[in-house]
Protein backbone atom coordinates (compact mmCIF):
# COMPACT_ATOMS: atom_id res chain seq x y z
CA UNK A 1 0.00 0.00 0.00
CA UNK A 2 1.46 3.61 -1.35
CA UNK A 3 1.95 6.04 1.57
CA UNK A 4 -0.81 7.95 2.63
CA UNK A 5 -0.16 11.83 3.65
CA UNK A 6 -1.74 13.87 6.35
CA UNK A 7 -2.91 16.30 3.67
CA UNK A 8 -5.07 13.00 1.80
CA UNK A 9 -6.84 12.22 5.14
CA UNK A 10 -7.57 16.25 5.28
CA UNK A 11 -9.14 15.97 2.29
CA UNK A 12 -10.92 13.07 3.11
CA UNK A 13 -12.34 14.55 5.76
CA UNK A 14 -13.29 17.85 4.12
CA UNK A 15 -15.31 15.35 1.28
CA UNK A 16 -17.09 13.70 4.67
CA UNK A 17 -18.12 16.82 5.48
CA UNK A 18 -19.56 18.08 1.95
CA UNK A 19 -21.28 14.59 1.76
CA UNK A 20 -22.81 14.68 5.07
CA UNK A 21 -24.08 18.38 4.00
CA UNK A 22 -25.31 16.97 0.65
CA UNK A 23 -27.16 14.39 2.68
CA UNK A 24 -28.81 17.39 5.15
CA UNK A 25 -26.65 15.69 7.89
CA UNK A 26 -26.96 17.50 11.86
CA UNK A 27 -24.64 20.13 11.34
CA UNK A 28 -22.46 19.33 14.35
CA UNK A 29 -21.06 15.91 12.61
CA UNK A 30 -20.46 18.09 9.71
CA UNK A 31 -18.64 21.00 11.82
CA UNK A 32 -16.48 18.06 13.78
CA UNK A 33 -15.39 16.30 10.76
CA UNK A 34 -14.77 20.53 8.63
CA UNK A 35 -12.67 20.97 11.87
CA UNK A 36 -10.43 17.48 11.65
CA UNK A 37 -9.11 18.40 8.50
CA UNK A 38 -8.07 21.51 9.60
CA UNK A 39 -6.47 20.23 12.43
CA UNK A 40 -5.19 17.21 10.16
CA UNK A 41 -3.17 19.67 7.74
CA UNK A 42 -1.48 21.89 10.06
CA UNK A 43 -0.42 18.59 11.99
CA UNK A 44 3.45 18.54 12.60
CA UNK A 45 3.83 14.84 13.14
CA UNK A 46 3.24 12.13 10.75
CA UNK A 47 -0.85 10.17 11.00
CA UNK A 48 1.18 6.59 10.92
CA UNK A 49 3.36 7.95 14.38
CA UNK A 50 0.52 9.21 15.81
CA UNK A 51 -0.97 6.25 15.61
CA UNK A 52 1.77 4.10 16.69
CA UNK A 53 2.04 6.16 19.96
CA UNK A 54 -1.67 5.91 20.64
CA UNK A 55 -1.44 9.97 20.61
CA UNK A 56 -4.00 10.55 18.00
CA UNK A 57 -6.89 10.16 20.39
CA UNK A 58 -5.35 13.01 22.29
CA UNK A 59 -4.94 15.32 19.84
CA UNK A 60 -7.23 18.48 20.35
CA UNK A 61 -10.21 18.70 17.68
CA UNK A 62 -9.90 15.09 16.84
CA UNK A 63 -12.77 12.78 19.00
CA UNK A 64 -12.56 9.29 19.14
CA UNK A 65 -14.78 8.57 15.94
CA UNK A 66 -13.28 10.62 13.73
CA UNK A 67 -9.59 8.69 15.39
CA UNK A 68 -11.06 5.55 14.45
CA UNK A 69 -12.03 6.37 11.18
CA UNK A 70 -8.10 7.20 10.66
CA UNK A 71 -7.01 4.03 11.90
CA UNK A 72 -9.34 2.01 9.34
CA UNK A 73 -7.90 4.14 6.82
CA UNK A 74 -4.38 3.19 7.40
CA UNK A 75 -4.84 -0.30 8.73
CA UNK A 76 -7.01 -1.11 5.74
CA UNK A 77 -6.39 1.28 2.90
CA UNK A 78 -9.85 2.76 3.00
CA UNK A 79 -12.81 3.74 5.66
CA UNK A 80 -15.72 2.31 5.12
CA UNK A 81 -18.17 4.84 6.23
CA UNK A 82 -16.77 6.99 3.80
CA UNK A 83 -17.27 4.40 0.38
CA UNK A 84 -20.88 4.40 1.93
CA UNK A 85 -21.43 8.01 1.99
CA UNK A 86 -20.18 8.00 -1.75
CA UNK A 87 -22.76 5.75 -2.62
CA UNK A 88 -25.55 7.56 -0.82
CA UNK A 89 -24.82 11.00 -2.93
CA UNK A 90 -24.24 11.41 -6.52
CA UNK A 91 -20.87 11.85 -7.34
CA UNK A 92 -21.83 15.06 -9.64
CA UNK A 93 -23.25 17.25 -6.86
CA UNK A 94 -19.84 16.69 -5.25
CA UNK A 95 -19.21 19.52 -8.37
CA UNK A 96 -22.20 21.32 -8.37
CA UNK A 97 -21.05 22.93 -5.01
CA UNK A 98 -17.93 23.75 -6.42
CA UNK A 99 -19.96 26.97 -8.79
CA UNK A 100 -19.40 29.83 -6.77
CA UNK A 101 -22.43 30.52 -4.62
CA UNK A 102 -24.11 27.18 -5.04
CA UNK A 103 -23.96 25.68 -1.55
CA UNK A 104 -24.68 22.48 -0.73
CA UNK A 105 -27.97 23.14 0.98
CA UNK A 106 -28.86 24.19 -2.85
CA UNK A 107 -27.64 21.09 -4.19
CA UNK A 108 -29.36 19.38 -2.07
CA UNK A 109 -32.55 21.38 -2.78
CA UNK A 110 -31.83 21.10 -6.50
CA UNK A 111 -31.28 17.24 -6.09
CA UNK A 112 -34.18 16.94 -4.24
CA UNK A 113 -36.74 18.73 -6.04
CA UNK A 114 -35.68 19.04 -9.38
CA UNK A 115 -33.72 15.20 -9.86
CA UNK A 116 -30.57 17.69 -10.83
CA UNK A 117 -27.60 15.13 -9.82
CA UNK A 118 -24.74 17.02 -12.65
CA UNK A 119 -23.60 20.27 -13.75
CA UNK A 120 -25.16 19.51 -17.40
CA UNK A 121 -28.01 19.08 -15.77
CA UNK A 122 -27.94 21.94 -13.17
CA UNK A 123 -27.33 24.00 -16.23
CA UNK A 124 -30.15 22.58 -18.31
CA UNK A 125 -32.55 23.00 -15.62
CA UNK A 126 -31.63 26.85 -15.06
CA UNK A 127 -31.81 27.50 -18.46
CA UNK A 128 -35.51 26.24 -18.65
CA UNK A 129 -36.03 28.51 -16.52
CA UNK A 130 -37.12 25.61 -13.36
CA UNK A 131 -34.38 26.89 -11.20
CA UNK A 132 -36.46 30.19 -10.54
CA UNK A 133 -39.53 28.11 -8.83
CA UNK A 134 -38.00 26.72 -6.03
CA UNK A 135 -37.92 28.03 -2.67
CA UNK A 136 -35.93 30.85 -1.57
CA UNK A 137 -34.28 31.20 -5.44
CA UNK A 138 -35.20 33.48 -7.98
CA UNK A 139 -34.44 34.57 -11.67
CA UNK A 140 -31.41 36.11 -9.93
CA UNK A 141 -30.05 32.75 -8.60
CA UNK A 142 -30.95 31.05 -11.65
CA UNK A 143 -29.03 33.68 -13.61
CA UNK A 144 -26.19 33.53 -10.85
CA UNK A 145 -25.71 29.88 -11.65
CA UNK A 146 -25.54 29.65 -15.02
CA UNK A 147 -22.74 32.46 -14.88
CA UNK A 148 -21.27 30.35 -12.55
CA UNK A 149 -21.13 27.04 -14.61
CA UNK A 150 -19.85 30.05 -17.67
CA UNK A 151 -17.51 31.73 -16.03
CA UNK A 152 -15.57 28.75 -14.46
CA UNK A 153 -15.68 26.82 -17.57
CA UNK A 154 -13.64 29.71 -18.73
CA UNK A 155 -15.98 31.48 -21.45
CA UNK A 156 -12.78 33.13 -22.08
CA UNK A 157 -11.16 31.35 -24.74
CA UNK A 158 -8.68 29.41 -22.71
CA UNK A 159 -8.45 32.28 -20.56
CA UNK A 160 -10.30 32.79 -16.85
CA UNK A 161 -10.59 35.60 -14.68
CA UNK A 162 -8.89 37.21 -12.11
CA UNK A 163 -11.21 36.64 -9.68
CA UNK A 164 -11.02 33.01 -10.37
CA UNK A 165 -7.44 32.44 -11.23
CA UNK A 166 -6.72 34.13 -7.90
CA UNK A 167 -9.37 32.11 -5.73
CA UNK A 168 -7.81 29.21 -7.28
CA UNK A 169 -3.92 30.27 -6.96
CA UNK A 170 -4.98 30.97 -3.14
CA UNK A 171 -6.11 27.44 -2.27
CA UNK A 172 -3.48 25.78 -4.13
CA UNK A 173 -0.36 27.91 -2.28
CA UNK A 174 -2.32 27.16 0.89
CA UNK A 175 -2.14 23.20 0.45
CA UNK A 176 1.68 23.96 -0.96
CA UNK A 177 2.72 25.56 2.37
CA UNK A 178 0.61 23.33 4.64
CA UNK A 179 2.75 20.41 3.10
CA UNK A 180 5.75 19.70 5.37
CA UNK A 181 8.33 18.96 2.82
CA UNK A 182 7.36 22.49 1.64
CA UNK A 183 9.68 25.47 2.47
CA UNK A 184 8.40 27.84 0.69
CA UNK A 185 5.25 28.01 -1.64
CA UNK A 186 4.00 31.07 -3.84
CA UNK A 187 1.73 32.52 -6.86
CA UNK A 188 3.63 33.69 -9.77
CA UNK A 189 2.75 34.12 -13.48
CA UNK A 190 0.15 36.77 -14.29
CA UNK A 191 -2.19 35.85 -11.15
CA UNK A 192 0.73 37.26 -9.08
CA UNK A 193 0.98 40.62 -11.23
CA UNK A 194 -3.21 40.72 -10.77
CA UNK A 195 -3.45 40.89 -14.53
CA UNK A 196 -7.14 41.11 -16.06
CA UNK A 197 -7.41 37.82 -17.47
CA UNK A 198 -5.48 34.73 -16.60
CA UNK A 199 -4.12 31.67 -19.14
CA UNK A 200 -3.04 29.52 -16.68
CA UNK A 201 -1.96 29.80 -13.00
CA UNK A 202 1.55 29.29 -12.54
CA UNK A 203 2.95 27.86 -8.84
CA UNK A 204 6.72 27.90 -7.31
CA UNK A 205 7.25 25.49 -4.28
CA UNK A 206 10.68 25.22 -2.54
CA UNK A 207 11.33 22.14 -1.57
CA UNK A 208 14.56 19.28 -0.90
CA UNK A 209 11.83 16.63 -2.03
CA UNK A 210 9.86 18.03 -5.03
CA UNK A 211 9.50 14.22 -6.26
CA UNK A 212 7.04 13.79 -3.38
CA UNK A 213 5.45 17.43 -3.70
CA UNK A 214 4.81 16.82 -7.21
CA UNK A 215 3.13 13.57 -6.49
CA UNK A 216 1.10 14.82 -4.24
CA UNK A 217 0.20 17.85 -6.28
CA UNK A 218 -1.36 15.27 -8.98
CA UNK A 219 -3.11 13.61 -6.45
CA UNK A 220 -5.06 16.93 -4.89
CA UNK A 221 -8.96 16.41 -5.09
CA UNK A 222 -9.07 19.83 -7.53
CA UNK A 223 -7.37 18.12 -10.13
CA UNK A 224 -9.42 16.39 -13.24
CA UNK A 225 -6.51 15.94 -15.22
CA UNK A 226 -2.55 15.63 -15.20
CA UNK A 227 -1.16 17.46 -18.59
CA UNK A 228 2.35 16.52 -17.74
CA UNK A 229 4.35 15.54 -14.61
CA UNK A 230 8.48 15.52 -14.34
CA UNK A 231 9.85 15.13 -11.43
CA UNK A 232 10.14 19.01 -10.60
CA UNK A 233 7.29 19.82 -12.84
CA UNK A 234 3.20 19.28 -13.57
CA UNK A 235 0.71 21.23 -15.30
CA UNK A 236 -3.16 20.11 -14.36
CA UNK A 237 -6.27 20.82 -15.34
CA UNK A 238 -9.14 21.71 -12.46
CA UNK A 239 -12.23 20.21 -12.05
CA UNK A 240 -13.85 23.12 -13.75
CA UNK A 241 -11.57 23.59 -16.59
CA UNK A 242 -8.21 26.14 -15.63
CA UNK A 243 -5.06 24.83 -15.76
CA UNK A 244 -2.66 25.04 -13.22
CA UNK A 245 1.59 24.61 -13.51
CA UNK A 246 3.80 23.73 -10.65
CA UNK A 247 7.55 24.12 -10.37
CA UNK A 248 9.79 22.90 -7.52
CA UNK A 249 13.02 23.88 -6.41
CA UNK A 250 15.78 23.80 -4.38
CA UNK A 251 14.40 26.05 -1.10
CA UNK A 252 17.86 28.38 -2.06
CA UNK A 253 16.76 29.13 -5.43
CA UNK A 254 12.91 30.41 -4.45
CA UNK A 255 12.88 33.41 -4.74
CA UNK A 256 14.84 33.52 -8.07
CA UNK A 257 12.43 31.05 -9.28
CA UNK A 258 9.42 33.24 -7.88
CA UNK A 259 10.92 36.35 -9.33
CA UNK A 260 11.29 34.79 -13.09
CA UNK A 261 8.31 33.29 -12.99
CA UNK A 262 6.29 36.02 -11.79
CA UNK A 263 7.37 37.89 -15.02
CA UNK A 264 6.29 40.01 -17.10
CA UNK A 265 8.52 38.65 -20.06
CA UNK A 266 9.49 42.13 -21.15
CA UNK A 267 10.23 42.99 -17.55
CA UNK A 268 12.41 39.75 -17.68
CA UNK A 269 14.63 41.03 -20.43
CA UNK A 270 14.87 44.45 -19.17
CA UNK A 271 16.83 43.30 -16.17
CA UNK A 272 18.32 41.07 -17.86
CA UNK A 273 19.96 43.94 -20.04
CA UNK A 274 21.10 45.80 -16.66
CA UNK A 275 22.30 42.93 -15.15
CA UNK A 276 25.01 42.59 -18.36
CA UNK A 277 26.10 45.89 -17.96
CA UNK A 278 26.51 45.72 -14.42
CA UNK A 279 28.60 42.20 -15.00
CA UNK A 280 25.83 40.23 -13.59
CA UNK A 281 23.99 37.65 -15.01
CA UNK A 282 20.38 36.68 -13.78
CA UNK A 283 17.71 33.91 -14.55
CA UNK A 284 15.63 31.44 -12.10
CA UNK A 285 18.18 30.10 -10.87
CA UNK A 286 19.66 33.04 -9.39
CA UNK A 287 22.14 36.01 -9.77
CA UNK A 288 25.84 35.70 -10.36
CA UNK A 289 28.95 37.63 -10.91
CA UNK A 290 29.69 36.93 -14.43
CA UNK A 291 33.95 37.38 -14.24
CA UNK A 292 33.50 34.15 -11.58
CA UNK A 293 30.08 33.11 -11.69
CA UNK A 294 29.86 33.03 -7.85
CA UNK A 295 26.20 33.63 -6.92
CA UNK A 296 25.36 36.64 -5.29
CA UNK A 297 23.08 35.96 -1.71
CA UNK A 298 19.16 36.31 -2.40
CA UNK A 299 16.72 36.01 0.36
CA UNK A 300 14.02 38.15 -1.01
CA UNK A 301 12.93 39.48 -3.97
CA UNK A 302 14.10 42.76 -2.71
CA UNK A 303 17.45 41.75 -2.68
CA UNK A 304 17.37 41.17 -6.44
CA UNK A 305 16.85 44.30 -7.63
CA UNK A 306 19.30 45.75 -4.80
CA UNK A 307 21.80 43.67 -6.91
CA UNK A 308 20.31 45.67 -9.92
CA UNK A 309 20.89 48.73 -8.03
CA UNK A 310 16.82 49.37 -8.50
CA UNK A 311 14.45 49.75 -5.30
CA UNK A 312 11.78 47.05 -5.22
CA UNK A 313 9.26 47.00 -7.71
CA UNK A 314 6.00 45.65 -6.77
CA UNK A 315 4.76 42.67 -9.05
CA UNK A 316 1.84 44.31 -10.23
CA UNK A 317 4.29 46.87 -12.34
CA UNK A 318 6.15 44.52 -13.54
CA UNK A 319 5.04 45.66 -17.20
CA UNK A 320 8.21 47.13 -18.76
CA UNK A 321 6.20 50.64 -18.68
CA UNK A 322 8.70 52.50 -17.25
CA UNK A 323 9.00 51.00 -13.42
CA UNK A 324 12.67 49.45 -14.33
CA UNK A 325 13.73 53.49 -15.19
CA UNK A 326 11.92 54.44 -12.30
CA UNK A 327 13.37 52.24 -9.78
CA UNK A 328 16.58 52.72 -10.91
CA UNK A 329 16.01 56.42 -10.08
CA UNK A 330 14.05 56.05 -6.52
CA UNK A 331 10.48 57.67 -7.53
CA UNK A 332 8.21 54.74 -7.88
CA UNK A 333 5.14 55.50 -7.27
CA UNK A 334 4.05 54.81 -3.40
CA UNK A 335 1.02 52.27 -4.36
CA UNK A 336 -2.39 52.29 -2.66
CA UNK A 337 -2.55 49.73 -0.40
CA UNK A 338 -5.85 47.93 0.36
CA UNK A 339 -6.02 49.05 3.75
CA UNK A 340 -6.01 52.41 2.61
CA UNK A 341 -9.48 51.65 1.34
CA UNK A 342 -12.16 53.50 4.27
CA UNK A 343 -15.42 52.76 2.45
CA UNK A 344 -17.34 51.27 -1.09
CA UNK A 345 -19.56 53.57 -2.68
CA UNK A 346 -20.99 51.33 -5.03
CA UNK A 347 -23.49 48.74 -3.16
CA UNK A 348 -26.34 47.47 -4.58
CA UNK A 349 -29.40 46.15 -1.52
CA UNK A 350 -32.68 44.37 -1.69
CA UNK A 351 -33.99 47.50 -2.64
CA UNK A 352 -33.70 46.54 -6.67
CA UNK A 353 -31.76 44.00 -7.62
CA UNK A 354 -29.59 43.15 -4.70
CA UNK A 355 -29.48 39.78 -2.55
CA UNK A 356 -28.94 41.66 0.87
CA UNK A 357 -30.78 43.90 3.18
CA UNK A 358 -29.26 47.40 3.87
CA UNK A 359 -28.47 46.12 7.19
CA UNK A 360 -26.86 43.05 6.32
CA UNK A 361 -24.34 45.34 4.07
CA UNK A 362 -23.90 47.83 6.85
CA UNK A 363 -23.21 45.06 9.05
CA UNK A 364 -20.71 43.51 6.52
CA UNK A 365 -18.91 47.45 6.01
CA UNK A 366 -18.63 47.81 9.70
CA UNK A 367 -16.60 43.66 10.03
CA UNK A 368 -14.51 45.46 7.28
CA UNK A 369 -13.67 48.48 9.27
CA UNK A 370 -15.26 50.70 6.45
CA UNK A 371 -15.91 54.34 7.98
CA UNK A 372 -18.59 54.53 4.96
CA UNK A 373 -20.94 53.01 2.50
CA UNK A 374 -22.77 54.07 -0.55
CA UNK A 375 -26.60 52.58 -1.39
CA UNK A 376 -26.36 52.98 -4.55
CA UNK A 377 -29.43 51.21 -6.16
CA UNK A 378 -30.65 51.06 -10.01
CA UNK A 379 -33.10 53.84 -10.95
CA UNK A 380 -36.62 53.56 -12.71
CA UNK A 381 -35.61 52.86 -16.11
CA UNK A 382 -33.84 49.79 -15.59
CA UNK A 383 -37.36 47.97 -14.73
CA UNK A 384 -35.61 44.51 -15.11
CA UNK A 385 -33.45 45.20 -11.84
CA UNK A 386 -35.77 46.67 -9.97
CA UNK A 387 -35.30 50.36 -10.52
CA UNK A 388 -36.47 52.55 -8.04
CA UNK A 389 -39.38 54.55 -8.23
CA UNK A 390 -39.10 58.64 -7.13
CA UNK A 391 -41.59 57.55 -4.29
CA UNK A 392 -39.43 54.09 -2.99
CA UNK A 393 -36.15 56.63 -3.71
CA UNK A 394 -37.66 58.52 -1.37
CA UNK A 395 -39.00 55.99 1.24
CA UNK A 396 -35.20 54.32 0.80
CA UNK A 397 -33.47 57.77 1.34
CA UNK A 398 -35.48 58.20 4.75
CA UNK A 399 -35.15 54.48 5.78
CA UNK A 400 -31.26 55.03 5.46
CA UNK A 401 -31.53 58.41 7.71
CA UNK A 402 -33.16 56.29 10.35
CA UNK A 403 -30.81 53.50 9.79
CA UNK A 404 -27.91 55.73 10.13
CA UNK A 405 -29.40 57.09 13.42
CA UNK A 406 -28.95 53.86 14.90
CA UNK A 407 -25.41 52.76 13.27
CA UNK A 408 -22.81 53.51 15.51
CA UNK A 409 -19.31 54.42 13.28
CA UNK A 410 -20.51 53.52 10.05
CA UNK A 411 -21.94 56.58 7.57
CA UNK A 412 -24.52 55.17 5.03
CA UNK A 413 -24.75 57.42 2.29
CA UNK A 414 -28.01 57.91 0.28
CA UNK A 415 -27.51 57.18 -2.87
CA UNK A 416 -28.59 56.05 -6.54
CA UNK A 417 -26.93 55.04 -9.44
CA UNK A 418 -28.81 56.50 -12.18
CA UNK A 419 -29.26 55.67 -15.73
CA UNK A 420 -28.10 57.59 -18.53
CA UNK A 421 -30.49 57.31 -20.94
CA UNK A 422 -30.02 57.11 -24.52
CA UNK A 423 -29.87 61.01 -25.01
CA UNK A 424 -27.76 61.92 -22.13
CA UNK A 425 -30.63 62.90 -19.78
CA UNK A 426 -30.50 61.18 -16.28
CA UNK A 427 -33.12 59.07 -14.93
CA UNK A 428 -34.20 61.44 -12.70
CA UNK A 429 -34.99 65.49 -12.51
CA UNK A 430 -32.53 67.52 -10.65
CA UNK A 431 -34.43 68.40 -7.83
CA UNK A 432 -34.49 64.98 -6.99
CA UNK A 433 -30.73 64.55 -7.70
CA UNK A 434 -30.16 67.17 -5.40
CA UNK A 435 -31.22 65.56 -2.60
CA UNK A 436 -29.09 62.34 -2.65
CA UNK A 437 -25.60 61.96 -0.57
CA UNK A 438 -24.01 60.81 -3.72
CA UNK A 439 -24.99 60.46 -7.30
CA UNK A 440 -23.30 58.05 -9.72
CA UNK A 441 -24.32 58.13 -13.41
CA UNK A 442 -23.71 54.86 -15.72
CA UNK A 443 -24.84 53.37 -19.14
CA UNK A 444 -27.35 49.94 -19.08
CA UNK A 445 -28.79 50.16 -22.27
CA UNK A 446 -28.28 51.69 -25.84
CA UNK A 447 -24.58 50.06 -26.20
CA UNK A 448 -24.78 50.40 -29.78
CA UNK A 449 -24.58 53.88 -30.17
CA UNK A 450 -21.85 55.66 -32.15
CA UNK A 451 -19.27 57.14 -30.84
CA UNK A 452 -20.08 60.41 -31.11
CA UNK A 453 -23.77 59.93 -29.88
CA UNK A 454 -22.41 58.05 -27.19
CA UNK A 455 -19.49 60.03 -26.10
CA UNK A 456 -21.68 63.01 -26.01
CA UNK A 457 -24.07 61.06 -24.09
CA UNK A 458 -22.06 60.55 -21.29
CA UNK A 459 -19.94 64.07 -20.94
CA UNK A 460 -23.65 65.61 -20.79
CA UNK A 461 -24.08 63.01 -17.52
CA UNK A 462 -20.90 64.34 -16.08
CA UNK A 463 -22.15 67.28 -16.57
CA UNK A 464 -24.32 67.65 -14.68
CA UNK A 465 -23.01 68.74 -11.10
CA UNK A 466 -24.97 66.24 -8.73
CA UNK A 467 -23.46 63.52 -10.42
CA UNK A 468 -20.42 62.87 -8.36
CA UNK A 469 -18.95 59.42 -10.11
CA UNK A 470 -19.43 58.26 -13.49
CA UNK A 471 -19.59 54.12 -13.35
CA UNK A 472 -17.82 51.37 -14.77
CA UNK A 473 -16.43 54.06 -18.07
CA UNK A 474 -16.55 52.01 -20.65
CA UNK A 475 -19.19 49.62 -19.95
CA UNK A 476 -17.28 46.20 -20.99
CA UNK A 477 -17.83 42.62 -19.80
CA UNK A 478 -14.29 40.83 -19.57
CA UNK A 479 -14.32 38.16 -22.37
CA UNK A 480 -18.12 38.83 -22.97
CA UNK A 481 -19.19 42.38 -24.09
CA UNK A 482 -16.67 44.80 -25.71
CA UNK A 483 -16.26 48.43 -24.46
CA UNK A 484 -19.08 50.13 -26.25
CA UNK A 485 -17.61 53.08 -28.57
CA UNK A 486 -16.58 55.81 -26.44
CA UNK A 487 -13.55 58.99 -27.06
CA UNK A 488 -11.78 58.53 -23.60
CA UNK A 489 -9.75 61.13 -24.14
CA UNK A 490 -12.58 63.15 -24.34
CA UNK A 491 -14.38 61.49 -21.15
CA UNK A 492 -11.44 62.27 -19.43
CA UNK A 493 -10.70 66.40 -20.92
CA UNK A 494 -14.89 65.83 -19.72
CA UNK A 495 -13.66 64.83 -15.98
CA UNK A 496 -10.97 66.99 -15.56
CA UNK A 497 -13.39 70.13 -16.57
CA UNK A 498 -16.45 69.10 -14.31
CA UNK A 499 -14.36 67.46 -11.36
CA UNK A 500 -16.38 64.07 -11.99
CA UNK A 501 -15.12 61.14 -10.47
CA UNK A 502 -14.37 57.54 -12.88
CA UNK A 503 -15.24 54.39 -11.18
CA UNK A 504 -12.82 51.37 -11.19
CA UNK A 505 -15.29 48.78 -11.00
CA UNK A 506 -13.76 46.31 -9.28
CA UNK A 507 -15.63 42.91 -10.17
CA UNK A 508 -13.52 40.97 -12.13
CA UNK A 509 -15.74 40.69 -14.78
CA UNK A 510 -15.61 44.41 -15.44
CA UNK A 511 -12.54 45.78 -14.04
CA UNK A 512 -13.38 49.28 -15.71
CA UNK A 513 -11.58 51.52 -15.73
CA UNK A 514 -8.51 49.47 -16.86
CA UNK A 515 -5.06 49.49 -15.64
CA UNK A 516 -4.02 51.45 -18.48
CA UNK A 517 -7.20 53.96 -18.39
CA UNK A 518 -6.25 54.31 -14.57
CA UNK A 519 -2.68 55.55 -14.79
CA UNK A 520 -4.10 57.93 -17.77
CA UNK A 521 -6.36 59.42 -15.53
CA UNK A 522 -4.18 59.83 -12.69
CA UNK A 523 -1.50 61.51 -15.01
CA UNK A 524 -3.92 64.36 -15.80
CA UNK A 525 -5.38 64.25 -11.95
CA UNK A 526 -8.47 62.95 -12.33
CA UNK A 527 -10.44 61.73 -9.16
CA UNK A 528 -11.10 57.62 -8.98
CA UNK A 529 -13.46 55.57 -6.39
CA UNK A 530 -12.58 52.12 -6.48
CA UNK A 531 -16.41 50.55 -5.77
CA UNK A 532 -17.26 46.51 -5.80
CA UNK A 533 -20.65 47.45 -7.49
CA UNK A 534 -21.41 44.60 -5.15
CA UNK A 535 -25.06 42.90 -5.36
CA UNK A 536 -24.49 40.63 -1.93
CA UNK A 537 -22.43 41.18 0.99
CA UNK A 538 -19.88 38.70 -0.38
CA UNK A 539 -18.54 40.13 -3.27
CA UNK A 540 -17.59 43.56 -0.85
CA UNK A 541 -14.65 41.36 -1.02
CA UNK A 542 -13.91 42.08 -4.52
CA UNK A 543 -12.58 45.31 -3.75
CA UNK A 544 -8.93 43.90 -3.88
CA UNK A 545 -9.43 43.07 -7.27
CA UNK A 546 -9.93 47.03 -8.30
CA UNK A 547 -7.01 47.81 -5.65
CA UNK A 548 -5.07 45.53 -7.91
CA UNK A 549 -6.14 47.17 -11.12
CA UNK A 550 -5.31 50.61 -9.23
CA UNK A 551 -2.06 49.55 -8.37
CA UNK A 552 -1.36 48.91 -12.27
CA UNK A 553 -2.13 51.82 -12.79
CA UNK A 554 0.73 53.82 -10.82
CA UNK A 555 -2.35 54.95 -8.49
CA UNK A 556 -1.31 56.18 -5.03
CA UNK A 557 -3.82 56.82 -2.26
CA UNK A 558 -4.58 60.41 -3.08
CA UNK A 559 -5.92 59.54 -6.92
CA UNK A 560 -8.39 57.28 -4.79
CA UNK A 561 -11.63 59.27 -3.16
CA UNK A 562 -12.60 56.49 -1.21
CA UNK A 563 -9.30 56.60 0.63
CA UNK A 564 -10.42 59.96 2.21
CA UNK A 565 -11.79 60.43 5.96
CA UNK A 566 -15.08 60.42 6.12
CA UNK A 567 -15.36 64.28 6.79
CA UNK A 568 -13.20 64.76 3.82
CA UNK A 569 -15.52 62.60 1.99
CA UNK A 570 -18.61 64.44 2.53
CA UNK A 571 -17.36 67.60 1.86
CA UNK A 572 -15.63 66.49 -1.30
CA UNK A 573 -19.33 65.30 -2.23
CA UNK A 574 -20.62 68.19 -0.96
CA UNK A 575 -18.38 70.75 -3.29
CA UNK A 576 -20.33 70.37 -6.66
CA UNK A 577 -24.11 69.86 -4.79
ZN1 LIG B 1 -24.14 49.65 -13.29
ZN1 LIG C 1 -24.28 49.05 -10.03
Request: charged share 30%; net charge negative.
Amino acid sequence: MRRIENIEVAWIMNEIADLLELKGENIFKIRAYRKAAKIIANLSDDLPVLIEEKKLETVPGIGKAIAGKIKELFQTGKIQYYENLKEEVPAGLLEIITIPGVGARMAQELYGKLGVSSVDELEAAARARRVRDLPGMGAKTELNILRGIEMLRSGVGGRTTLGIADALAESFSGFLKSLPSVEYAGVAGSTRRMKESIGDVDLVAGSHEPEKVIEIFARHPQVKKVLSRGDTKASIVTLMGVQADLLVVNPDQYWSALHHFTGSKEHNVRLRELAHQKGLKINEYGIFRREDDQSLRVTGEADIYSHLGLSYIPPELREDLGEVEAAGEDRLPALLELSDIKGDLHIHSDWSDGANTIEQVAGRAVEMGYQYIAITDHSKSLGIAGGLSKERLAAQGDYIRELNGRTDGLEILAGIETDILANGDLDYPDDILAGMDIVIASVHSGFRQDREKMTGRVISAMKNKHVDILAHPTGRLIGRREPYAIDMDRVFEAAVKYGTALEINSSPDRLDLNDRYVRKACELGIKISINTDAHDTVRLEEMKYGVATARRGWAQKEDIINTMDRDKLLKFLKRRG
